[in-house]
């Protein structure tokens, strides 16, 4: 009765989410392009579908992995051993990242448009041992109080400098990477052991040594996936131009060995995470599960919704994001290619539900000096303006270093003139702007502009729309903050 009352729940969550896209996708098919696409039948049951296997992760979630977690950091932080913290930490952000449905998403994008030559498995893994290092140096962070400024200027000075040595067909995929890494596993457990921490140890604060675990999770695949394309294209001179598949295919290999051969292949996807907080129960704490039942039915959701999550995507999500792309390149003006990139931004991020959730804690933590509201209507105008230029730079074709480059160098500069309480908060609140939802269709919206528009390449423009939404709300939540403390100095300041 309660698995039906909070199933229910997760599935109206699932639809309110998807409701935004459903809306901007409606009135521009109504106003703008003035035509339905052929295969709306498929596309509106693949977001039921999407809708349907986030609704059974996220409830699985709840009754294995999180509760487990929770208890698991908990127990860490009151006894205060820096070693399992550390290898806790890791084992967290490595088996989280692994089975987030978001980076599966644009690791068998970016698998299928290189022809293989990325791998998708190879990116999944590089990116979450990454995420699992800077977790474990984040919870070294909060244990020693040191401050979250040195780490992300350092951090991203070495990102821009090795973007300017990294293959353009790699950049946009790298950015994508790690903005893709703090979702609807990831975040929740991150944000929890930071905050966890922060109020268990004396003398630290939540709200500036709490959060940061999450932008640091963003910040190093950035760098390791750079490495990686520099080994994968040395010696390339062009890019892989391979057509982007729409077709409406359920699974990778027809009938029921297809259908088997997806779900062996989803438990290998959720088996780290799964490993990960057996291993710490009952190694570390030495402690039986307390309802081993509920948590073995809550692994088998967590198995079954990301199966249908994927397949949703393919019939869904994907096919939307192309077929708009499609119909408004073929329009006379790209000014609504603009405003569909504007408002679809705008739109998922007010009703993204780990931004709505790391409001609420900021709000707590401030002591009601933020306002949750406020931070994410700053991130959602943040992440329109972003995808909108980042819309821009491939219409335009211009090379997405300068873009990147050029928006990071702001970044730091905002770093050093912010208010210390802002900067870990502003980098948490730019990796959690891509949803389950959005990062999908973003991503199939860049490779169809890509595809659709002459002179552009796949690899190297159709990625990097992630990267744009992730960079620009940091941009907007520290200025605010930097102007807003101007005026209340000036206002003090006043007779």
């Known amino acids: 009765m309660f698995f039906v009352r909070d199933f229910s729940y997760s599935l109206l969550h699932a639809l309110k989410n998807l409701f935004p896209i ?11 392009v003035q035509q339905l696409p052929d295969n709306l039948a498929s596309m509106l049951f693949g977001l039921l579908v999407v809708a349907i296997g986030v609704a059974l992760f996220l409830q699985g979630l709840e009754l294995s992995v999180f509760p487990v977690a929770k208890t698991l950091s908990n127990h860490f932080a009151r006894r205060g051993s820096v070693p399992v913290l550390l290898c806790f930490g890791f084992a967290i952000g490595f088996s989280a990242v692994i089975a987030e449905p978001a980076l599966i998403a644009v690791a ?21 041992l990454s995420v699992g290092v800077v977790v474990a140096l984040g919870v070294l962070r909060t244990i020693f109080g040191f401050p979250l400024h040195g780490f992300m200027i350092t951090g991203y000075l070495l990102v821009v400098t090795v973007t300017w040595f990294t293959p353009e067909e790699i950049v946009g995929l790298a950015y994508d990477s790690g903005g893709v890494t703090t979702n609807v596993v990831t975040v929740p457990l991150v944000a929890a052991l930071g905050i966890g921490l922060a109020a268990s140890i004396r003398g630290r604060h939540a709200l500036t040594d709490g959060f940061g675990l999450v932008a640091l999770a963003v910040m190093v695949p950035m760098i390791t996936v750079q490495g990686y394309g520099m080994l994968v294209y040395s010696g390339s001179a062009e890019a892989d131009t391979l057509e982007i598949s729409t077709s409406n295919e359920n699974t990778r290999t027809g009938g029921l060995t297809g259908i088997f051969l997806d779900l062996v292949t989803m438990v290998r996807d959720v088996l780290p995470i799964i490993l990960t907080v057996l291993l710490f129960q009952y190694t570390i704490l030495r402690q039986k599960l307390p309802n081993p039942r509920k948590v073995l039915f809550g692994f088998a959701l967590v198995i079954l919704g990301l199966y249908a999550f994927v397949v949703g995507l393919k019939m869904g999500l994907f096919p939307i994001g192309t077929s708009m792309a499609e119909q408004l390149t073929a329009m006379d003006t790209f000014l609504y290619i603009y405003l569909f990139a504007f408002g679809i931004g705008f739109a998922t991020t007010m009703a993204e539900p780990a931004l709505i959730a790391i409001s609420r804690q900021a709000e707590d933590a401030a002591g009601g000096t933020l306002n949750g509201n406020a931070i994410r209507l700053l991130v959602a105008i943040g992440v329109a303006i972003g995808i909108t230029i980042g819309v821009h730079r491939i219409i335009t074709g211009d090379s997405i270093h300068y873009y990147v480059i050029g928006g990071y160098m702001l970044v730091i500069l905002l770093t050093l003139m912010a208010p210390r309480y802002i900067v ?24 169809g502009l890509a595809s659709n528009i002459d002179g552009r390449s796949v690899l190297i423009d159709g990625f990097g729309l992630i990267a744009f939404a992730s960079i620009f709300p940091i941009l907007t939540v520290m200025t ?7 005026l209340i100095t000036r206002a003090k300041e006043t007779p």
């Open 424 to 447: 870990a908060l502003a980098f948490d609140l730019g990796g959690v702007t891509t949803s389950e939802v959005t990062v999908p269709l973003v991503t199939a919206l860049g490779i």
């Open 108 to 128: 068998e994008q970016a698998q299928q448009i290189s022809g293989g030559r990325i791998d998708s498995l190879t990116l999944r893994l590089l990116v979450a």
């Open 480 to 486: 605010y903050a930097i102007l807003s403390e101007r």
């Open 22 to 32: 459903i809306l901007v996708v409606g009135l521009f098919q109504l106003l703008a």
